[in-house]
């Protein structure tokens, strides 16, 4: 069974965390549908990148994920006022489903509607004060429980590569990574 996966994206994403996420993810074979939370599908990325999403939020929601993955920079506050994004994480993490944040996102989104309670996280330096336990705050990329935080765009392969591990096992992230030339 092909894994699933949802990346939100807004106004004011990032564009290096969004890009990276969506394509490791289709690399490695994961059905991923990328979802604007405004009303229309084209959003301009934080530096000015204009992404098309395959569609608007409010029409992807009918069906489970086995992964939502947030992307950081600005519009993480767009995500974090999303109420049907907000409602698909709590249901997400009710569910034992897996869900992932980088950059501001963790912060922004995740620690302000309580989805970080209980868990350690990191987020961007700027921002990790807002995090409920920052004791792995330092590290790169955090798995806790079902919740996978990362730092930021120079993170962004690490996060994505995570993604992969979790929701298609480590034969199949090991696999991708030796075809990122990576050290």
């Given at each position: 069974m092909t894994a699933t996966a949802l990346v939100p994206i807004a106004n004011?994403?990032?564009?290096i965390e969004t890009?990276?996420?969506?394509?490791?993810?289709?690399?490695?074979?994961?059905?991923?549908?990328?979802?604007?939370?405004?009303?229309?599908?084209?959003?301009?990325?934080?530096?000015?990148?204009?992404?098309?999403?395959?569609?608007?939020?409010?029409?992807?929601?009918?069906?489970?994920?086995?992964?939502?993955?947030?992307?950081?920079?600005?519009?993480?506050?767009?995500?974090?006022?999303?109420?049907?994004?907000?409602?698909a994480l709590k249901q997400q993490r009710d569910r034992g489903g897996w869900y992932a944040a980088i950059c501001a996102a963790p912060a922004v989104v995740l620690a302000h509607?309580?989805?970080?309670?209980?868990?350690?996280?990191?987020?961007?330096?700027?921002?990790?004060?807002?995090?409920?336990?920052?004791?792995?705050?330092?590290?790169?990329v955090v798995t806790d429980g079902h919740c996978i935080t990362s730092q930021g765009p120079g993170t962004a392969l690490e996060f994505s590569l995570m993604l992969v591990e979790k929701l298609c096992g480590k034969v199949k992230r090991d696999e991708i990574e030796s075809r990122l030339v990576m050290p």
């Open positions: 004011g994403s990032e564009d890009v990276t996420i969506i394509d490791i993810l289709r690399r490695a074979g994961v059905d991923t549908l990328v979802a604007s939370v405004h009303d229309q599908p084209e959003i301009t990325a934080a530096r000015d990148t204009r992404i098309t999403a395959d569609g608007v939020l409010e029409e992807c929601l009918d069906q489970d994920y086995d992964l939502i993955a947030l992307p950081g920079g600005p519009g993480a506050k767009h995500l974090r006022d999303c109420a049907p994004l907000i409602d509607h309580g989805l970080l309670d209980g868990l350690k996280a990191t987020a961007f330096p700027d921002v990790q004060e807002d995090l409920p336990d920052r004791s792995r705050a330092d590290e790169r």
